[in-house]
């Protein structure tokens, strides 16, 4: 596991340290709570897919008996912890939201706080969104369909078009009042490909820190020697030799800073792509 630390200038009065979490997909590594001990980072910020999220059947696991429950106890003991929901949250239901508070660590669904002159949003994946709209209000707890057909999966590595797709759109209307809200603004978006691609395009509203995971680095790194930087290989929704798979990268307003994340999914190794754990200096004002 990698520590990597980013300078952000932010108006603020003194400085703050930002731990930044994404893809744990239930797992807890290792090194992660000895690293966050030893930084002791004002807020931990997880954007997105602490689950992995396939749906428990008979006696398969359920939110109550995730690893993640355990690791977010821990997490809330060392600083304040909000979550934003990644794609693989798309199975969650209203009981586990109940398991989530019991631990002490704040969900942010589409959702903002306010915290000592920071605006802390949570951007839930479009994949949620439409799990819920696609929920059988009858059937159990865990009544839905599977997000991924087939063919959106074929899609979500070969994508048509640089475009979120009509059917996995976030929902964006509470964001008007959140970059409203005085403040430096922070927001956790799981997807980093909803920097710029149309409609969505985080990167062109006055948002001044966008906070992403979800690509793991392109999976398979390699060097591009005329850059003098490492580049992934593949990224879901932003197919192959992604643009936004880790690092910061300039928007119009603010920046947007991409974890590679700290687990695996999938049958594809990580190769030249070490899990990361993101510290982010906010340096407060100069
Ligand atoms: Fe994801």
């Known amino acids: 596991m990698q520590e990597t630390v980013y300078q952000v200038s932010a ?32 807020l931990i910020l997880i954007a997105g897919d602490f689950l992995h999220g396939e749906i428990p059947e008979g006696n398969g696991l359920k939110m109550e008996e995730s690893p993640s429950l355990h690791l977010f106890r821990e997490l809330a003991r060392i600083a ?31 959702a903002f706080v306010t915290l000592d002159g920071l605006v802390l949003g949570g951007l839930t994946s479009g994949t ?18 599977h997000p991924y057909s087939k063919t959106s999966l074929f899609r ?30 922070v927001l956790l978006s799981h997807h980093p490909e909803y920097g710029q691609y149309p409609p969505v395009r985080l990167m062109d509203r006055p948002i001044e820190l966008i ?19 490492w580049a992934g290989v593949f990224a879901p929704f932003q197919g192959i030799f992604p643009e936004f798979s880790e690092g ?3 928007g119009r307003y603010g920046k947007l800073i991409i974890s590679r994340g ?19 200096h906010l340096t407060g004002r100069v």
Request: contains cysteine; charged residues 30%.
């Open 211 to 229: 906070l992403s995971g979800h690509a793991h680095g392109g999976q398979i790194r390699y060097y591009r020697l005329h850059r003098r930087k």
């Open 262 to 280: 700290l687990a695996n999914t999938g049958p594809v190794p990580r190769l030249f792509n070490p899990t990361e754990v993101v510290y982010i």
């Open 11 to 42: 108006p603020l009065r003194g400085e703050r340290w930002l731990a930044l979490l994404t893809d744990l997909h239930d797992r807890s590594p290792r090194l992660l709570l000895p690293s966050l001990r030893s930084h002791r980072p004002d």
């Open 80 to 110: 304040p912890t909000y979550v934003s929901l990644g794609n693989h949250e798309w199975m969650l239901c209203p009981e586990d939201f109940d398991c989530i508070a019991g631990t002490g660590v704040h969900v942010l669904d589409n």
């Open 156 to 185: 979500q590595f070969f994508p048509e078009k640089r475009e979120i797709r009509k059917d996995y759109l976030p929902d964006l209307t509470w964001l008007g009042k959140f970059e409203k809200t005085p403040g430096f603004h």
């Open 128 to 145: 949620v969104i439409r799990s819920r709209r696609e929920r059988d209000p009858k059937g159990g707890r865990y009544a839905f369909p």
């Open 248 to 250: 910061m990268h300039e």
